[in-house]
């Protein structure tokens, strides 16, 4: 079955400790990105990616870090995590850019305290 | 910067037809999106238009003018399932890659 993969789905922690949500899919997708969904503020681009060890910037970078190894996986990463974070974030991934459609894996909801 | 504006909430009856309205405002523009999300799931695709026109899909049909940087989403024949926040996004920008939501509109469907 086609999909993304998001792991964990929930996570409770402590502000500045590290963490890592992963993501993987099995379309052979070149294109991935991340975004986080606030109330009021919509789905916000974080980083997102072409294909392997391409990435770029979204809207709200800043606190994040994200890798593109292989073309599966694209995990994003919190290196010093604080509440501001907490969020709801969706990892998605498309055959390309401009006109494919996203495919958004299940979510995963962080609470930073 | 990027603005897609569109309504925050909107109420309808079963059976009946809503237009769900986006504008838009981009330095680039590379196509536009509609996407249903129901309350607690992850965001899914129904619609794309890059030329300027109406694309129909079943019950839904979306329309785009881009001189007017105006969309449109629209359901017919609406069932209690339809309840659901959509979401119009424009893919673009300055560079090729970004894709740009707008809020959601909260569509309530009532029997």
């Known amino acids: 079955e086609a999909q993304v993969t998001q792991n964990p789905r929930y996570l409770i922690t402590v502000t500045g400790k590290k963490l890592t949500v992963t993501c993987s899919q099995n379309m052979n997708h070149e294109y991935m990105s991340w975004y986080r969904q606030d109330p009021g503020l919509g789905l916000r681009q974080i980083y997102y990616s072409m294909n392997v060890e391409v990435t770029d910037k979204g809207d709200v970078p800043e606190g994040y870090k994200v890798s593109r190894k292989e073309k599966r996986n694209f995990p994003l990463i919190l290196e010093s995590p604080s509440p501001n974070q907490t969020s709801l974030y969706f990892c998605a991934s498309s055959r390309g850019q401009g006109g494919q459609p996203q495919h958004f894996g299940d979510g995963t909801r962080l609470s930073i305290l | 910067g990027q603005n897609i504006d569109q309504p925050t909430e909107m109420t309808a009856t079963e059976g009946a037809i809503v237009q769900i309205n986006c504008t838009y405002q981009t330095s680039g523009f590379n196509g536009l999106f509609w996407y249903q999300q129901h309350a607690g799931e992850a965001p899914t695709f129904l619609s794309y238009n890059v030329l300027d026109g109406l694309e129909e899909k079943g019950r839904f049909s979306s329309f785009l003018s881009r001189s007017k940087g105006y969309s449109y989403l629209l359901l017919k024949e609406l069932q209690m399932k339809d309840s659901a926040s959509y979401l119009c996004?424009?893919?673009?920008?300055?560079?090729?890659?970004?894709?740009?939501f707008g809020r959601g509109t909260q569509l309530t469907v009532w029997p």
């Open positions: 996004a424009v893919s673009g920008g300055s560079t090729l890659g970004r894709l740009y």
